[in-house]
């Protein structure tokens, strides 16, 4: 991934993204010859004979000189090329990349709510399904479907240097899907219009060898650990009466699911929807003043006191 | 008395005597009735450009605001509230309150002009055409100045726009004013079809109406088609916020994607109609400074409609990422990228008629040349969205900002300030200053170039559409200041021409009839024109009445000093549709109050509704009701009479 502009789509890193890549460069050619071209006429056509004094208008006579519409014929018979070739390209790149991949390596479920991205990972028996946020992990190579739930109102994924956008609207189920071709993390972003927050509203595509990915697969599957001092026990009780009404922690009393899953937050690179780095520091601070680092986010200021704040702290970094 | 059934028209010279007798039937009221009451197509054409440009101002007034916050990342001027309220209101600004009407106010002023004619076909429609856009966008701005202006963009998608997310009354202001709006524009564009068939002078058959008549009538066809989808569209979502009808909503068996249908079916062939009457307005003064007439009349004419046509077949491509099936996608890519040649013939008739005629370099001559390069950055931008799979990636991204202001800026905006350059002559008698015109032009040209042409690669390098900050480490920064400074030299520019205007207004060089030795009728009359327009209704026998005899085209020549004298009563010559052979005395309403009382009837009706005071919404039905009344009152010299024909009739006179 281009680390300058992370979500440029003038690079690909995956299959889908990738097929449509040459047709993108074909058509910001084209279109930057045809400017090119026009200009270039436009200022000869101007500057051959042109009249500078404006009042000289009444003396310049009147003419009509022929052969103006072999200008027509011979310009759309040109523009008729790029076109035709642009239709067909359009045609089969749309059939190559539209469908989804007909036997999935893995299947995720998507549901991206105001402003934050909801990840379910399907599993052959329930207790292989689990729940994440904001952070995708794939294994390389291999085709990923991503079902996309509408959550509230409608948003769009988009992970440039793999896929194209794909709308999640609320009653209906949208199918998108994924293949990177290297390990790497890349820029996932909402795209659609979607309230105050929809600027910070990304997420993180982290493409992995088949091992990582299974050892990640283990450890998002296991349950929180227990609490096994004091404070730590302070902080989960903490946790459960002003976190669990929204988020899970699974293991623990905190069982909300109307806001990301807590259970291995610190697995994971960014917070707040790929907002602000994730490190004691920024949590902290987005604990208290969610309100002043996100205007309008659903989580409100904390508020935790003295005491709470070290112990719930020190309780969320367990959750790794 | 009750007058004759029919009566042959007199026929004579126009002459000073006449003229004195047509200025007694035509001349308003002065004073303050004078000024409420008018049915002068050329006062209200004035109005809607002035009212237009107001709104353009203070759209862009919104934009370099939000250009302050986006000019560096994770700024704070602006709250993420504040800041998507301003986006929207400046997309509903543009797009509705200044655009077409801005052009409405082109062609309200031009078409009587340009045809030989006394005014518009109904010239009470037309004023309240004007009183209801103007309310209805006081309406809008009084929802924005009370902290309740749109805040889900112009497109308002539901769920968002409902009330579930949008509580306040933002979106009821909007909806309602929406639809408010479009009764103005239905009933402008039902008075341009009539008065483009029946108003033209005897002579001006299809085949010679000036270029402005097809930009205009097609783009008016269109919103007769499509605004009342658009209309649609806002009534239900007001029933859905306010009564709780589930058109939109999921959960009980609606479709949130009926919204993106029917605003889209509205919102794309509204994108043409915004710009075709534009186009049109290039073609009639870029041949004037060329000194020759427009390359290809015909086919540029009949690709203006080809492209309305085809733009009906085109909305889906707004919607190529809401998860439609690939089969439907492609028929709609299909039709986008066959746009193209449609628009292809009017670059290639311009860039023909400059290099086959002599370019005299004028303000509005360069307006009209850049137009040229504008319309094909902005043209081959949309090419690219047309094709789905790219389309996928560029959609909602900055490349697709910076696409729309190509196309509304570059095909709207620039043919807008050239064709004030060139008509300002005929609107005040009085020429705009070349000098200060030059400065004007260049610098609005770097300056959107500056801010606009970088804003495709801020596209490419992801940025999305409709956000409030970004992060710094997104590669940004650079073009985002480049693209602020640029808008900050934009708005310079537009300072410049508001100073040329105001200038030009006072101390401006006199015009005469025909300052640019142009070819068609409105310059063959003074400047300004008396409030008849013409003594006598001419007689025309080719497209270029003024330029006949330099021209090979005219077999017979027109007679703009002789014709129909039509002075017994407010009158106008009406004429059949495709041949404009005179067929019919058109009898023309006094200035009257009635459209200024329905439009504040209407107004106080919305603003029942929109308050929910059923008390006020009977009020201003009963209001209107005692207007619309008065309007219709009969009134004797509103008989219309067929002109008895000075030959034995060749057919059955058809009455109306």
């Known amino acids: 991934m281009s680390s300058t502009t992370p979500l440029s789509y003038l690079s690909a ?62 310009g759309l018979a040109i523009s008729a090329v790029p076109l035709v070739i642009t239709l067909v390209w359009t045609l089969s790149a749309l059939a190559a990349t539209s469908g989804p991949p007909a036997h999935p390596g893995l299947t995720i479920d998507v549901t991206p709510h105001q402003w934050w991205w909801d990840i379910q990972y399907e599993g052959e028996r329930p207790s292989d399904i689990f729940n994440t946020a904001n952070e995708i992990h794939i294994p390389v190579g291999v085709p990923v479907l991503v079902r996309l739930h509408g959550g509230d109102v409608i948003h769009s994924f988009w992970v440039p240097q793999l896929s194209g956008k794909t709308d999640a609207i609320p009653g209906q189920i949208n199918l998108s899907w994924l293949e990177a071709s290297t390990p790497g993390r890349y820029r996932g972003q909402c795209q659609e219009y979607c309230g105050a927050e929809h600027a910070n509203m990304g997420f993180e595509v982290v493409a992995q060898t088949p091992d990582d990915f299974r050892r990640w697969r283990a450890d998002q599957l296991s349950p929180a650990p227990p609490a096994n001092t004091a404070a730590l026990q302070h902080g989960q009780e903490v946790v459960e009466f002003r976190c669990g009404l929204c988020h899970q922690v699974r293991g623990t009393g905190a ?54 704040l070290p112990d719930v702290q020190a309780y969320l970094e367990t959750l790794k | 008395m009750r007058a004759p059934d029919f009566r042959v028209p007199a026929v004579g010279p126009d002459n000073p005597e006449h003229q004195a007798r047509l200025l007694e039937l035509w001349e308003g009221e002065p004073g303050l009735k004078g000024f409420l009451s008018t049915v002068d197509h050329k006062k209200i054409g004035i109005r809607y450009i002035v009212t237009a440009f107001i709104l353009l101002v203070l759209g862009g007034i919104e934009s370099l605001v939000m250009r302050w916050q986006l000019a560096s990342p994770n700024a704070h001027v602006l709250t993420p509230d504040q800041y998507n309220v301003l986006f929207s209101t400046h997309g509903m600004t543009m797009i509705f309150l200044y655009a077409s009407p801005i052009l409405s106010g082109f062609s309200n002023y031009l078409w009587p002009l340009m045809f030989g004619s006394r005014d518009m076909a109904f010239p009470r429609l037309n004023a309240l055409s004007y009183w209801i856009y103007l309310a209805s966008a006081i309406f809008l701005y009084v929802g924005f100045l009370t902290g309740n202006g749109p805040n889900d963009g112009w497109f308002n998608y539901v769920p968002y726009a409902t009330r579930d997310y949008n509580p306040g009354l933002n979106q009821d202001f909007y909806s309602l004013g929406m639809v408010f709006l479009g009764t103005s524009t239905t009933m402008g ?59 939109f909503d999921h959960s009980n068996g609606g479709q949130p994607l009926l919204w993106q249908h029917l605003f889209w079916m509205f919102g794309h062939p509204w994108v043409y109609a915004i710009v075709l009457p534009a186009m049109s307005m290039v073609s009639e003064g870029l041949p004037v400074f060329c000194r020759r007439p427009l390359v290809g009349y015909s086919v540029v004419a009949l690709s203006t409609v080809a492209t309305m046509i085809l733009g009906f077949g085109v909305w889906v491509h707004h919607m190529f990422a809401t998860g439609l099936p690939g089969l439907g996608l492609s028929f709609f890519s299909g039709a986008s990228i066959a746009i193209v040649f449609p628009s292809a013939v009017a670059i290639f008739a311009w860039l023909a008629t400059i290099w086959l005629g002599r370019p005299v370099i004028t303000t509005a001559f360069l307006y009209f040349a850049s137009m040229i390069l504008m319309f094909v950055i902005g043209g081959v931008s949309g090419f690219m969205t047309a094709s789905v799979p790219v389309d996928w990636q560029l959609t909602d991204t900055y490349f697709v900002v910076a696409h729309i ?9 620039f043919p807008v300030l050239g064709a004030v350059y060139y008509w300002f002559p005929k609107m005040t008698g009085r020429l705009m200053d070349e000098r200060l015109g030059r400065w004007n032009f260049w610098i609005t040209f770097i300056g959107f170039n500056l801010a606009f042409l970088p804003m495709h690669l801020t596209g490419l390098f992801g940025m999305p559409r409709r956000v409030y900050t970004y992060g710094p480490d997104m590669g940004w920064n650079t073009l985002n200041m480049i693209t602020t400074i640029g808008s900050f030299v934009l708005a310079l520019g537009v300072l410049l021409f508001i100073v040329n205007v105001v200038k030009s207004l006072r101390t401006g060089a006199a015009a005469g009839a025909n300052p640019w030795d142009a ?42 000093d002789r014709g129909f004298l039509l002075d017994e009563g407010k009158e106008t010559m009406g004429t059949s549709a495709l041949d404009a052979e005179p067929n019919m005395i058109l009898e023309m ?12 009837g209407v107004s106080i009706l919305f603003v029942g509704l929109l308050l929910k005071l059923w008390t006020a919404v009977a009020a201003g039905a009963v209001v209107a009701a005692v207007a619309i009344v008065m309007w219709l009152w009969p009134r004797a010299q509103l008989r219309e009479r067929e002109p008895e024909p000075a030959q034995p009739p060749q057919r059955e006179p058809r009455h109306a």
Not at chain 2, 525 to 549: C, K, M, Q, T
Request: aromatic share 8%; charged share 10%; with cysteine.
């Open chain 1, 13 to 74: 890193a995956g299959d889908r993204a990738g097929t449509i890549l040459p047709l993108t460069w074909f058509t910001l050619i084209v279109s930057i010859v045809v400017c090119v071209v026009i200009a270039v006429l436009l200022y000869v056509g101007v500057s051959r004979r042109r009249v500078r004094q404006t009042a000289q208008i009444q003396q310049v006579p009147v003419t009509q000189a022929p052969g103006g519409l072999r200008w027509i014929s011979v």
């Open chain 1, 255 to 308: 069982g909300g699911r109307a806001a990301p899953d807590l259970t291995h937050i610190m697995s994971r690179r960014m917070l707040a929807a790929a907002t602000l780095p994730n490190n004691p520091g920024t949590l902290v601070a987005w604990i208290q003043t969610s309100q002043e680092l996100k205007p309008g986010t659903l989580m409100p200021d904390q508020f935790l006191t003295a005491t709470e």
């Open chain 2, 189 to 247: 564009a039902a008075n341009f079809i009539v008065t483009a068939f029946r108003t033209r002078c005897p002579g001006m058959s299809i085949n010679r109406v000036p270029m402005l008549l097809w930009g205009t009538l097609t783009a008016n066809v269109a919103n007769l088609l499509v605004v009342p989808a658009v209309s649609l569209a806002f009534f239900l979502l007001w029933l859905e916020r306010q009564f709780g009808t589930h058109f």
């Open chain 2, 405 to 413: 202001h190509y196309v509304l800026i570059g095909i709207n905006v």
């Open chain 2, 519 to 560: 070819a068609t009728l409105e310059w063959s009359i003074p400047s300004p024109p008396p409030p008849y327009n013409f003594g006598v209704i001419p007689i025309v026998a080719s497209r270029h009445p003024l330029w006949e005899g330099r021209l090979t085209e005219a077999t017979a020549t027109s007679s703009l």
């Open chain 2, 589 to 600: 309403p006094e200035d009257t109050l009635a459209p200024l009382l329905l439009t504040v």
